[in-house]
């Protein structure tokens, strides 16, 4: 079985065009009946002008909507893998545990903390050679959000997807996440496996050291990453925004970096805890640190030779073109001498 797939998948929402123009086209028919009983009868006026085919109209242009169709696929390049190939990857198993609590949204470090943890995530991402990747947020609760996968692609397109609403239940459960990657681990076959908490430290659930503790001892290394200012920052409701959350009291909640239990945590599991700060220090810190690690090998299967099949769909356009170029503007004589079609 062949797979299919998109050069440039991301051009495809060129396609939202193609409605457009549809509604376009419809408010310029009506503009245009308006105008002629404007200035007079419509069946006197087309009496007037008998060669004036709509029905071709309408057909050039569905003959253009066809033609941006292909032009938009083609431009995409769809492709086809014909051949399937095992390839051999060395490399270690990680989770990356993101706290997506509300304290997160502080803008303290701009433009707030998760998004720069999700910058962070994103380039941690580009610099993986071989290693396999799961994701876990938490909150509250800790929620999979992938399954470990060598899949980078789709590691990216997940984390895109990451906001302070995809976990329910507010708080941070630092533990759970912890639980929680062990299941992801546990069955992991790489020499060493490796777990980065990325949080402002603010737990609020019991347990995390001893959580910690019991996967270290299970051969799962702990490593930190704080996001946020040791002075911290409010909380806003809204990005940007400068409603802040209060307590009970009417006071702006301050959330601070707790940078001391990050600490206790790596410290805990065997790693290492850095502050995000500058996003490149701090991927090139555990860049070093996985590199550092013992590498596994592993198979994972593949498409390979991928070959364009942009030129049918070009094809097909430039069929559509020619069709809508050599259409006359006005009624077929021999159709309507047969009257078979008023076109």
């Keep these: 079985m062949e797979s299919f797939q998109f050069e440039h998948i991301n051009?495809?929402?060129?396609?939202?065009?193609?409605?457009?123009?549809?509604?376009?086209?419809?408010?310029?028919?009506?503009?245009?009946?308006?105008?002629?009983?404007?200035?007079g009868n419509p069946d006197l006026i087309a009496a007037l002008a008998p060669e004036n085919s709509t029905r071709k109209r309408n057909i050039r242009f569905i003959l253009y909507l066809f033609v941006f169709l292909f032009l938009i696929i083609a431009v995409a390049k769809p492709q086809l893998g014909s051949k399937l190939e095992t390839i051999e990857r060395k490399g270690v198993d990680l989770v990356l545990a993101l706290d997506v609590s509300k304290s997160m949204l502080a803008e303290d470090i701009t433009p707030n903390r998760l998004e720069r943890a999700k910058l962070f995530a994103s380039k941690l991402i580009d610099n993986l050679k071989?290693?396999?990747?799961?994701?876990?947020?938490?909150?509250?609760q800790a929620y999979a959000q992938m399954a470990i996968t060598s899949d980078y692609a789709a590691a990216k397109m997940f984390l895109n997807n990451i906001n302070t609403n995809i976990v329910p239940s507010q708080g941070t459960d630092i533990a759970g996440a912890v639980n929680m990657a062990e299941k992801y681990l546990s069955h992991s076959e790489t020499k060493e496996r490796v777990l980065y908490i990325i949080s402002?430290?603010?737990?609020?659930?019991?347990?995390?050291?001893?959580?910690?503790?019991?996967?270290?001892?299970?051969?799962i290394q702990v490593h930190c990453l704080g996001v946020g200012m040791p002075e911290g920052g409010p909380i806003p409701r809204k990005r940007g925004s400068s409603d802040f959350k209060k307590d009970r009291d009417g006071n702006v909640v301050i959330t601070k970096l707790d940078a001391e239990m990050l600490q206790k945590i790596a410290q805990a599991g065997g790693g290492s805890f850095a502050h995000l700060v500058s996003v490149q220090s701090a991927v090139d810190f555990f860049i070093e640190e996985i590199s550092g690690l013992e590498k596994t090998k592993f198979e994972s299967k593949r498409y390979s030779d991928y070959e364009d099949q942009y030129q049918w769909f070009l094809g097909f356009a430039l069929l559509f073109l020619c069709i809508e170029i050599i259409l006359p503007n006005t009624k077929s004589n021999w159709i309507r001498k047969w009257k078979v079609f008023d076109v």
């Design 11 to 39: 051009l495809l929402w060129l396609l939202v065009v193609l409605p457009l123009l549809v509604l376009a086209y419809f408010i310029y028919l009506s503009q245009t009946k308006r105008r002629i009983k404007k200035i």
């Design 130 to 140: 071989g290693d396999r990747l799961g994701i876990i947020v938490y909150a509250g």
């Design 200 to 219: 402002d430290g603010e737990n609020h659930e019991e347990g995390a050291i001893e959580a910690v503790s019991a996967v270290y001892k299970k051969g």
